[in-house]
């Protein structure tokens, strides 16, 4: 028998088998399908409606090197949106733990998803939940597409347009971690380099007092002046020249050395002074780090379960379980009945035998 005859013979035997079994396959048909409206209803599934919420990462720069910074260079500009590193370092943090705790603590989700603190495993069942409830996923634009399912639609709403907020607000606090403890470390060299000048101004002060400006220019200006007064053999004007002259050569030393450091202070100050600027707009100011493209909004109809699709692939499955029991059935029922006929031929042989 060829494939074809085989196809045939196979085809033409289902049909048969259909046809006399068309009576209990129609009524189990029907109660599957019963069966499938009546467990696919709200009494024994849970609607669940869907919201969903798009959003871009925006750049991850830091404010001040942007913004403020001449020296920085950068190919990343503060418009970039939905770049490749930026899209994943989002999924990162949403799928954290920071973000995760944050939205069951808002929301009370724990109470919200009937899971009782006193459970076995509370916790777990609660994350399985939320996983399954909560999805991010990265769209082929390099966006982000945040879907909740919820019992309640109103609330399935609010927490994908939160979700935005609270990544937002928890980008922020990581990198405000990072820029309080720059900003407090530059802060300090700042405040320790203004203190050590103000040391030396009250330095240079003293010894102004003490008749020293300017150790070299003074120094200069006496001499000549000592020259003058011995040419005119003014005894007393040497001598009061002379004086300051002593004094000049006793603190002249400590003024020019306080006056390089003064100069260098300065020029590290100058430095100093940018880098605090720069850290602390980065510790104080912040800048959004989502774009929202489509907000979610509450859903009119639900979206699980979807009931014609539960009562199309039971009835199909059911169908399909029938064909295969029904066929075995017969095949049995065929096999059996082939061995009696065979047992009732080798008896009735063996009498036959016995009687000759």
Known sequence: MDEKTHSTYSSKYLCRLLVNYRKPILIILVLAALCAIIFSSPFFITPLYKSTTVIYPTSS??????????TYQSEKDIM???????????????????????????????????????????????????????????????????????????????????????????????????????????????????????????????????????????????????????????TQGVRNIQEQLD?????????????????????????????????????????????VVTSAFQAERKSYPVRWIILVVTVLSTFLLLIFCIVIYDRSKDFFRHEAEKETASKEKTKLLRKE
């Open 80 to 234: 970039n949106i939905g770049e490749d590193e930026q899209t994943e370092q989002m999924l990162q943090v949403l799928n954290s733990n920071r973000v995760r705790d944050k939205v069951i603590n808002r929301f009370n989700l724990m109470e919200h998803y009937e899971i009782k603190a006193n459970s076995k495993y509370p916790i777990t069942k609660l994350n399985k939940l939320y996983d399954t409830r909560i999805k991010f996923r990265r769209t082929e634009y390099n966006a982000v597409k945040i879907t909740v399912l919820d019992s309640d639609a109103v609330l399935s709403a609010r927490i994908a347009n939160e979700i935005a907020e609270i990544f937002d607000s928890t980008m922020n606090q990581m990198q405000k971690e990072v820029a309080i403890q720059a900003f407090r470390i530059v802060e300090q060299e700042y405040n320790a380099l203004c203190a050590e000048m103000n040391m030396l101004e009250d330095s240079l002060n003293t010894l102004r007092k003490l008749g020293v400006f300017d150790y070299e220019s003074q120094v200069e200006m006496l001499s000549r002046q000592m020259a003058v007064e011995l040419g005119k053999g003014n």
């Open 61 to 70: 720069n830091s404010i001040s090197k942007v913004l403020i910074s001449t």
């Open 247 to 291: 004094v000049l050569a006793e603190y002249g030393g400590a003024s020019y050395a306080i006056n390089e450091r003064l100069d260098n202070d300065r020029l590290q100050l100058s430095l100093v002074k940018s880098k605090y600027e720069e850290a602390k707009v980065d510790a104080t100011e912040f800048i959004p780090h989502k774009f």
